[in-house]
């Protein structure tokens, strides 16, 4: 009885030596084109010493991806924003010899790499949009004082406004970057958005809150975002983000951008139980525990292009 136990234990030792454990997951996130990370509003490739991509650009590299993240303005219009992208995404495909690229882009990042998309698709395998800011953003309109007349108490303008206000503190490391948070809100407007979208329609919906085209000019588009404003009561940022979802007036949001604004290409999701920060990983990991680790959420769209040959 003893012997057959042990029998059965060294079998099963052995067996277990022999799985290819390693290899399940091995080329899981294996693109062909390099992944280039597209930071947002008031983003950096790193936060202080975090990185503005919380694990994400290690978790991708793990089971294959190559990964780089950019450095654009932290606050400037999305044209300039595109150009500067363009600059390093030709130094990229420079290093690397790939001959295109995948764009990630949260928040701002979102246009910002459908920019380079739109002036060289020759350059783009796909454009994944993640909290893009694709139809601007009511917290936006309310900065600028163009939300429509009346449909906000000056109580809740003070409250978004202050909201925002910690948000882009925070973002960036306190260093008080008013003058460029007016000259970002006009940018992220529903007005400024819409003059850009005529220039560059690539991928967006043509209705209110449909999906875009999968391909245009033979670059793939994708998007998801998040729509729960307050995940985690450790993480600081929250309660702002609750105070600036108010500008939404119940309409679905993460805090920053509604759902429909977030729309591009194909729609993943766009009701995950994650804010604006959320969607990044930010801050340093604190995130819904009940809801798929975006870190999990990146992986999953390298797998999905992968699978497209991209
Ligand atoms: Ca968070």
Known sequence: MKKTLTRLVATFLMVLSLLPVSSIAAGYTQTKYPIVLVHGL???DNIGPVEYFYGIPSALRWDGARVYTVQVSAANSTEVRGEQLLTQV?????????????????????????????????????????GGVNKGSAVADVLLGVAPAGSLSNA??????????????????????????????????????????????????????????????????????????????????????????????????????????????????????????DEVNQTVGLVNIFETNPVTLFRQQANRLKNQGL
């Not at 391909?215 to 307050?230: C, D, E, K, L, N």
């Open 42 to 44: 008031f983003g950096f």
């Open 90 to 130: 030709k130094q990229i495909l420079a290093a690397t010899g790939a001959t295109k690229v995948n764009l990630m882009g949260h928040s701002h990042g979102g246009p910002t790499a459908r920019y380079v998309a739109s002036v060289r698709p020759d350059l783009v395998a796909s454009v994944t949009s993640i």
């Open 156 to 277: 809740v303008i003070v409250s978004i406004t202050n909201g925002l206000a910690t948000v882009i503190n925070f973002l960036s490391g306190g260093s008080g970057l008013s003058q460029n948070a007016l000259a970002a809100a006009q940018s992220l407007s529903t007005a400024g958005t819409s003059k850009f979208n005529l220039a560059h329609p690539e991928g967006l919906p043509t209705t209110a809150c449909g999906e875009g085209a999968y391909t245009a000019r033979g670059v793939a588009y994708f998007s998801w975002s998040g729509a729960q404003p307050y995940t985690n009561v450790l993480d600081i940022i929250d309660p702002a983000l609750s105070l600036t979802s108010l500008a939404f007036k119940g309409a679905k949001n993460d805090g920053l951008v509604s759902s429909c604004s977030s729309h591009l290409g194909r729609v993943i999701r766009d009701d995950y139980a994650m804010n604006h920060l």
